[in-house]
C-alpha cells in the first residue's frame, strides 16, 4: 500500500506549519532571569497523588482521584480525574471503564489495587488511557468564553449584543411572554400548554404543544429534559442530531436488522478475523472512538486478522498499518455500487451461509444449530397491480414460505424452506405472483456486472473480489461495520445494502462477528424509585415537524386530496415514514409553514448552524426572522453558531461540574453504566435562593411555574408508593443512582479502604438528605468507580456473545416497511431490497441533471479528526498542536488546477465557498477534496460578543480553518428553503458534493 505521504517532499511543510503554530522560546528563564538549557526538563512535577510503598497504597494530601464520565466528543468514555487542592491537573483514563482499556478492571477489585495496577508492567492492557480530547478535558471549565449568568439580547437577532439579568427575569419572560423586545407580543412557553389543536382542518398536526421546538444533546443530563419535553409538557418535537451526524446510518441499521428502533452494529474485534470499514475510521473517529482504536491495533498484532478501510480518504486506521491494512479508496457517494458488487459476487459464486438464510423462523433455526434467523426464505407479493403489492404474502397474519419440499406453507413450518422461489399462490382465492426475498435480492444485485460496479465506484475488479473473498472465507467471523461517512443522499439504502453482506454470512451474535452496538445499562429509572413515569403528564401526538416516524398516506392532507379526486402526489414536502425525528428538517419546515409553524424553540448544546451542511440559508434565515421564530431560547456553556441568534441564553455547567447518569456505549459486550458527578465547583451565576443556573434548574424552574406534573411536590413515587418532590436536580439525580446501585444483584458497601481514597464526600454530602441509610454506601461505591460496569468475563457463552441481538426479529433481506409503501414525492414504490441508485434529489432526479460533472467537475466530502471535536475548538492546547485544517485534494487535481501543498485555494459548491490552505496527497481518491470537520467556526470565541456593552467572548484560536458544512446544498426542487437531504429517510447530505476549487 502506498503511504499517504510522501515524506520529502512534505516534511519540511509540516515542520513550517507546527513551529508556526506554537511560538516557544528557546529557553525557559527562572526565578533569577538566567537561561536554562533547552535540553534540560523545564518546570516541577506535580507531586505523586498516591505513594507505594512496603505493598501499601498512601493517597498523598491535597490530592484526589475522581473517576469520571468524558464529554470530550459524544463517546463519552470513563476517565480519571487528578485535583491537586482542588484544581484539575491530569485526566488519564478510568481503569474499571471497558473504554479505557483493552479489558478493563474487574467491578470489585479494590481501588488500592486497581490503581497499583496501573504501573505494573506485567498489566499494560489495563493502563487506562484516554484521548487528547479527554486528556485537556478541564480546559473547557477554565476557559475565558464561557457565559456565566443569564443573557437577553439588545438590538436584533445575531448582532452579537447582549444584557446581563436574573434568572427570575430570565424565567418569568418565557414563561409568560409580552412586549419583550419592543417589538410587539411574545407568546411565552404557558400559552402553548393547551389541548386546542393548531388546525382544526388538519387535525392530525396535534396540539399547539406541539409548536414548542425542542433541540437537546444527549450528555448523560437530558433525562431531566426528556422528562419535561416527552412526559410532562407533552409536545412531539424533541429532536437530537442524529439527522446531522448519523441518521443515515442508523436507519439503515434499522432496515437491514428489521428492528422497531434505531439498533445498529460494531464488529467484534477481539476474534474477527477480518473486518469491513465503511464510512468510518476507527482511529480517527467513530463511536466509542477510543475503544475501536485500541482494539483495533490489538486485533492487527494478530497475523491471521485483516481488514479493509473503504473511504475516499485515507485515515490513521491504514495509513500507519501492517501490511493486514489495506486502504480501499473509492469515490465518495457510491458505496452502494460497491456494496451490491460484493452482494453479486458472494451470491454468484454461492459463499453465502445457506444453513442460516434457509431458516424460515427462529425455532427452526435453532434446531438447525442457529442463533438468529432471516427473512430470506419469505414470500414477497410482486403483481404490480395487486392491492397488496410490495407485502409479504399472508395468511391469518402468518408469512408464507415454500418448504424444501415444495409446499406453499407459514413460515413457522418445521422444516427449511427455499432461498430462490417465484410463481403464482393461491391467496384469497386468487392466483398471484410472488418471489422470496432472496431471489428480489438476487435480481437486484444482478441488474449491473462487476465491471459496471468497478466503473461505478472506481474500485478495481481485482479490489472487488478480493473484498469478496476475504469478507466470505472467514465464516460467521466477519463484519461490515458503518458509521457517519454514509451522510449521501442515499445513506439508509447504502447501510442497508452494506449490512447485508452481514445478513448473508450470518454474523450476528457470534464471537469475531457482529455485535449488537449497545448492550445497555443497569435500570437507573425504576427499581427503588419510577423516576420513569409521570403521572398525568401529557404525552406527545400529533406530526413531528420533520414528518418523520409517519407515512404520508395517513396524512389528512392526502385524504382530502383523494375525496376531491386529486392524484395525492406529490406531498407538500417529503414524509420520511422509518425514520428518527429529524433536526435538519424542523426549522426550514416551520419557516415554510408546513406542516405548521412555531411558537417557541428551546436549543440545549445542540448547534445545528454549524453542523447542519446548508444550514446558511436553510435554517439562519430562520432563525433571524422573529415571526418564523418568536421566542428563541438557548442553553449552553458557550456561544456556539446557533445560540447565537437566540432572544436569552441560560448559563449551563460543563462536564467536570455536573451530574450525568448512564450512558450505554457502542461496541461493548458487558453493561456499562458510566456516571458523573461534580469535580469541580459551578462557575456561572445562581439564582436568588443560591441554586446554580443551569439546564436542570431551568427545566425545573419553568415545570414549575407552570405547575406541571412530574415536578415540584410529589414527582414521583418509590416501590411503595410513596411520594417524593422534584424541586432540584439532586434530588433526581441521588433516586437515580440509588436505582442504579441496587439493579438486579446490587454492588457491595463501599469498603472502609475505599472510601478513603476516593473523594466521595463531597458529591454524598449534596445528595445524602435524599437517600436512605441503606442506599449511602452503595451509591459511594458507584461513585467511586465512576459508574457501574459489568466484568469482561461475562461477555461471551462459548462461541457466542452473552447478550447477541433480538431474535425474534429476523434480519431483513426484504424491509417491508419500506417496499410496500410509495414514496411521498413521486408516488413511486420504494425499494425494499438493497439495489443500487445514483445520487438523487428528493424528487428523484439525479443529482447529476441538477449539477453536471462536466460544470462540477469535483466532489468534496468530510472526514473526522481525531484531534478536534466542533465544540473542543476552544480549548486552546488542543488548537496549539493543530491550528486549522487542510484542504486536502487528490494529486490530479493539484495537476490540473496548478495547485501545490500549501496554496491558498478556493473551494465552491452550488451553494457556498470556503477559502483554506491546500495539502496535495496521494492519500485522496482521484477527483475528491476531503476537509477535516471540526473547525472553521463563526462562535465559540471566533467573534466578539457585547454584554452590557463589554467586548466579550472573544478566542483568536478558534477563527482557524474552514467548515465543510458551509458548502452543503439546497435542495432546488423542494419549495421553500431545504438543505438536501436523503432520498428514502431524509438525514442531511453532507457528502459527496458537486465542487470546483481554484488557486486563490
Not at 163 to 171: A, G, H, P, T, Y
Not at 388 to 414: D, M, P, T
Not at 799 to 822: N, V
Amino acid at each position: 500500500m502506498k503511504s499517504d505521504i510522501k515524506k520529502d517532499k512534505r516534511r519540511g511543510f509540516l515542520k513550517t506549519i507546527a513551529l508556526g503554530a506554537v511560538s516557544t522560546p528557546l529557553f525557559a528563564k527562572d526565578t533569577d532571569s538566567n537561561p536554562k538549557d533547552d535540553y534540560r526538563p523545564q518546570g516541577s512535577p506535580h507531586i505523586p497523588e498516591f505513594s507505594y510503598k512496603n505493598g501499601k497504597l498512601t493517597k498523598t494530601p491535597g490530592q484526589d482521584v475522581i473517576l469520571e464520565m468524558c464529554h470530550g466528543c459524544v463517546t463519552k468514555c470513563g476517565i480519571r480525574v487528578r485535583l491537586d487542592h482542588g484544581k484539575v491537573v491530569r485526566c488519564v483514563g478510568n481503569p474499571y471503564h471497558p473504554l479505557a482499556n483493552v479489558h478493563h478492571q474487574d467491578y470489585k477489585t479494590p481501588l488500592v489495587k486497581a490503581f497499583s495496577r496501573l504501573a505494573s508492567q506485567d498489566t499494560q492492557e489495563m493502563r487506562a488511557t484516554v484521548c487528547s480530547r479527554g486528556a485537556l478535558l478541564s480546559k473547557m471549565a477554565e476557559s475565558k468564553v464561557r457565559i456565566l449568568s443569564p443573557l437577553k439580547r439588545v438590538g436584533k437577532r445575531g448582532e452579537g449584543k447582549w444584557q446581563k439579568i436574573s434568572f427570575e427575569q430570565l424565567l418569568e419572560e418565557v414563561v409568560e411572554g409580552g412586549n419583550l423586545f419592543g417589538e410587539g407580543q411574545v407568546d411565552g412557553i404557558r400559552s402553548l400548554f393547551s389541548d386546542e389543536l393548531i388546525d382544526k382542518d388538519n387535525p392530525d398536526y396535534g396540539t399547539k404543544r406541539n409548536q414548542l421546538l425542542s433541540f437537546y444533546f444527549y450528555d448523560g443530563r437530558s433525562e431531566i429534559v426528556d422528562r419535561f419535553i416527552k412526559q410532562s409538557f407533552g409536545t412531539i418535537n424533541h429532536y437530537s442530531h442524529g439527522g446531522i451526524c448519523g441518521g443515515g446510518f442508523r436507519i439503515g441499521s434499522k432496515m437491514a436488522l428489521n428492528s422497531k428502533g434505531f439498533l445498529h452494529t460494531k464488529p467484534d474485534y477481539e476474534n474477527a478475523r477480518f473486518n469491513l470499514f465503511w464510512g468510518t475510521a476507527p482511529s480517527n473517529a467513530g463511536n466509542p472512538f477510543q475503544k475501536q482504536a485500541k482494539m483495533l491495533a490489538t486485533a492487527r498484532s494478530n497475523k491471521d486478522y485483516s481488514y479493509a478501510v473503504i473511504d475516499p480518504s485515507v485515515n490513521n486506521s491504514v495509513k500507519y498499518a501492517a501490511s493486514n491494512g489495506k486502504w480501499i479508496a473509492i469515490k465518495s457517494g457510491t458505496d452502494l455500487a460497491l456494496a451490491m458488487a460484493m452482494i453479486r459476487w458472494i451470491i454468484e459464486n454461492k459463499r453465502y451461509a445457506t444453513n442460516y438464510l434457509i431458516q424460515p423462523n427462529l425455532a427452526q433455526a435453532k434446531l438447525a444449530g442457529e442463533i438468529h434467523h432471516s427473512n430470506a426464505t419469505h414470500l414477497v407479493i410482486v403483481e404490480k397491480n395487486h392491492p397488496k403489492y410490495g407485502q409479504f404474502a399472508r395468511v391469518n397474519e402468518e408469512i408464507l414460505v415454500c418448504s424444501q419440499s415444495g409446499k406453499i406453507q407459514s413460515h413457522l413450518i418445521n422444516e427449511p424452506a427455499k432461498l430462490e422461489f417465484k410463481g403464482k399462490i393461491l391467496l384469497d382465492g386468487k392466483k398471484v405472483a410472488v418471489k422470496s426475498s432472496f431471489l428480489l435480492l438476487k435480481e437486484s444485485a444482478f441488474e449491473r456486472s462487476l465491471k459496471e460496479y468497478s466503473k461505478l465506484c472506481g474500485v478495481s475488479l481485482k479490489d472487488i473480489i478480493w473484498l469478496s473473498d476475504n469478507f466470505s472465507k472467514n465464516g460467521r467471523k466477519v463484519n461490515a461495520s458503518v458509521h457517519g461517512g454514509m451522510m449521501s443522499t442515499l445513506a439508509g439504502m447504502t447501510t442497508f445494502s452494506i449490512l447485508t453482506l452481514n445478513t448473508l454470512m450470518g454474523t450476528y451474535g457470534y464471537k469475531g462477528g457482529t455485535i449488537a452496538a449497545q448492550v445497555g445499562t443497569h435500570n437507573f429509572l425504576s427499581g427503588r424509585y419510577e423516576l420513569g413515569k409521570v403521572e398525568g403528564g401529557k404525552k406527545p401526538s400529533g406530526l413531528n415537524l420533520s414528518r418523520s416516524g409517519k407515512y404520508y398516506e395517513t396524512s389528512t392532507e392526502y385524504k382530502r386530496k383523494l375525496k376531491a379526486g386529486l392524484n395525492p402526489y406529490p406531498a407538500t414536502q417529503p414524509w420520511y415514514p422509518i425514520s428518527m425525528p429529524l433536526i435538519n428538517e424542523p426549522l426550514s419546515a416551520a419557516g415554510f409553514g408546513y406542516p405548521y409553524n412555531i411558537k417557541v424553540f428551546i436549543n440545549y448544546m445542540t448547534n445545528v448552524v454549524y453542523n447542519q451542511a446548508g444550514s446558511q440559508e436553510s435554517v439562519v434565515n430562520v432563525l433571524k426572522d422573529t415571526k418564523k421564530v418568536p421566542l428563541f431560547i438557548g442553553i449552553d456553556a458557550f456561544m456556539n453558531e446557533t445560540n447565537a441568534y437566540s432572544d436569552y441564553i441560560v448559563p449551563d455547567g460543563v462536564n467536570l461540574e455536573n451530574w450525568a447518569l448512564p450512558l450505554a456505549p457502542w461496541g461493548v459486550l458487558t453493561k456499562t453504566s458510566t456516571i458523573r458527578y461534580p469535580a469541580l465547583k459551578a462557575r456561572q451565576d445562581k439564582d436568588k435562593n443560591g441554586e446554580s443556573i443551569c439546564v436542570e434548574h431551568f427545566y425545573i424552574s419553568v415545570a414549575k411555574k407552570l405547575g406541571l406534573k412530574g415536578f415540584g411536590k410529589n414527582a414521583f413515587k418509590d416501590k411503595d408508593g410513596k411520594f417524593y418532590d422534584l424541586d432540584k436536580k439532586e434530588q433526581f439525580y441521588a433516586r437515580a443512582l440509588a436505582n442504579l446501585a441496587f439493579d438486579g444483584k446490587g454492588v457491595d458497601d463501599i469498603s472502609k479502604e475505599d472510601l478513603e481514597l476516593a473523594p466521595v464526600q463531597d458529591a454524598l454530602k449534596a445528595i445524602e438528605s435524599y437517600l436512605l441509610p441503606e442506599e449511602l454506601k452503595k451509591v459511594a461505591t458507584i461513585l467511586s468507580r465512576g459508574g457501574r460496569f459489568e466484568d469482561t468475563s461475562t461477555a461471551y457463552e462459548n462461541d457466542i456473545i452473552a447478550r447477541p441481538f433480538s431474535q425474534a426479529t429476523p434480519a431483513a433481506i426484504y424491509y417491508e416497511p419500506l417496499g410496500a409503501h410509495k414514496h411521498s414525492i413521486t408516488g413511486e414504490y420504494m425499494s425494499g431490497t438493497p439495489c443500487y441508485m445514483p445520487q438523487l434529489l428528493s424528487d428523484g432526479s439525479l443529482m447529476d441533471v441538477h449539477y453536471p460533472p462536466s460544470e462540477w467537475k469535483y466532489k468534496v466530502s468530510s472526514r473526522k479528526s481525531n484531534l478536534q471535536h466542533y465544540y473542543t475548538i476552544i480549548i486552546e492546547k488542543l488548537t496549539a498542536v493543530h491550528p486549522h485544517n487542510f484542504v486536502r485534494i487528490a494529486e490530479d487535481i493539484g495537476k490540473k488546477e496548478s495547485i501545490k501543498t500549501g496554496d491558498k485555494v478556493k473551494v465552491v459548491t452550488p451553494q457556498g465557498e470556503q477559502s483554506g490552505i491546500a495539502f496535495v496527497t496521494n492519500g485522496v481518491v482521484s477527483g475528491e477534496i476531503s476537509i477535516e470537520h471540526g473547525f472553521g467556526h463563526d462562535e465559540y470565541g471566533a467573534r466578539a460578543h457585547y454584554i452590557d456593552g463589554v467586548k466579550l467572548l472573544e478566542l483568536d484560536s478558534s477563527k482557524a480553518g474552514i467548515n465543510h458544512n458551509k458548502l452543503g446544498l439546497l435542495d432546488p426542487t423542494r419549495k421553500g428553503s431545504f438543505s438536501l437531504a436523503d432520498f428514502y429517510v431524509g438525514t442531511c447530505v453532507r457528502q459527496s458534493l458537486p465542487a470546483r476549487i481554484y488557486k486563490v
